[in-house]
């Protein structure tokens, strides 16, 4: 988180493999019951992932391994998979498994391989809600609908505004005019570490994009995080977290603009997070993407901006090239981060 990151300088957790296992056997938990329920295998779709990230940081004055920092789980050279199986029954989908896992290597620090456990959710599809329970996205802002995964720009919940992905439970309901969602999770993050933390958070959001070109949301985040980066805990002490949301997202021709702006409380000081992601697309079907990303971080006590470029290119379906040049001024650090990413799809 960028707070953590302005002030520390710890050592990765070493307690990284106990959280792991102990994240891996909820989700074995549930994958126990499927036997009882009335499914049956539909289809599946299992993809190959390898990342390959370097760069250079002019404060670090060195080549690095990572694009945000060591501590966080993306980005960094990873060999990884993920898993997606349908189960359905007489009526139809009933539910649906995802497991997306990875060894990712950690260019510094005293744990050279890193195992991850992303996405790992068992999803129960009726009529009126989707239920999930597992690790998956919170209900909260602009990253509950955007796949952050594999992408160099930062986004919010990347910079301490809620979770990538969280362990908990949400209902999801999509409708002809938008979106709904609500999640209650433990506020850890990529590890799960129960002790007086939790993260409510739910998102509306207008519009269907594939269909409009155009989504708005409305989020609220509450509660009390562990403060951590990736898998590690930088301090024992829990951040309260009460703000609201708002997001856009409108596309038009080659066009594409992402906005969010987040304000309330952060640690008991009042915030204002918000970036502008812009992007234009060339070549067809927007194989070449070019992209400016303003953000700004201001609180009662400080302000922090960074800017960020990135361009992507997809010479083929399954390979993607990514290239970010970031300026943080209050660190004084430019960066330069090429990435190669490889996502192939394997039958079995």
Request: charge should be neutral.
């Amino acid at each position: 988180m960028i707070f953590s990151y302005l002030s520390m300088n710890e050592a990765p957790d070493r307690k990284l493999k106990s959280r792991f296992f102990a994240g891996l056997s909820v989700i074995v938990f549930f994958l126990m019951m499927l036997p009882a329920l009335p499914l049956r295998a539909s289809n599946r779709l299992f993809f190959l992932e390898i990342q390959g990230v370097a760069g250079y940081s002019s404060a670090a004055r060195k080549i690095i391994g990572y694009s945000m920092s060591p501590l966080e789980s993306m980005q960094k050279p990873s060999l990884g998979f993920d898993y997606v199986q349908r189960f359905s029954g007489q009526t139809g989908d009933i539910a649906v498994l995802s497991v997306q896992g990875r060894l990712a290597w950690n260019s510094e620090g005293d744990k050279t391989f890193e195992p991850q456990l992303y996405n790992a959710f068992l999803k129960f599809k009726t009529r009126p809600l989707d239920i999930w329970v597992g690790h998956n996205r919170p209900a909260f802002g602009l990253a509950s609908i955007l796949d952050n995964h594999a992408l160099l720009l930062y986004s919010l919940n990347m910079m301490g505004f809620g979770f990538d992905r969280d362990w908990g439970v949400g209902v999801e309901k999509d409708t002809a005019r938008g979106r709904f969602g609500l999640s209650l999770t433990a506020g850890s993050g990529m590890g799960l570490k129960m002790d007086g933390n939790y993260f409510l958070a739910g998102r509306y959001g207008f519009g269907v994009l594939n269909e409009n070109n155009f989504t708005a949301g409305f989020s609220f985040g509450y509660g009390k995080f562990r403060d951590v980066a990736g898998y590690t805990e930088l301090s024992e002490n829990l951040i309260d977290f009460a703000m609201a949301a708002a997001d856009v997202t409108w596309l038009r021709n080659n066009l594409e603009n992402r906005v969010e702006i987040m304000a309330g409380k952060r640690d008991g000081l009042s915030t204002l997070a918000a970036f502008w992601r812009f992007g234009i697309g060339f070549l067809d079907e927007n194989r070449l993407k070019l992209e400016f990303q303003p953000t700004a971080v201001i609180t009662s006590e400080s302000n922090h901006f960074e800017y960020a470029g990135g361009l992507t290119y997809l010479p083929h379906p399954d390979w993607t090239l990514r290239a970010m040049v970031s300026r943080d001024p209050k660190m004084n650090d430019t960066r330069v981060i090429f990435q190669v990413y490889y996502y192939k799809g394997i039958d079995f």
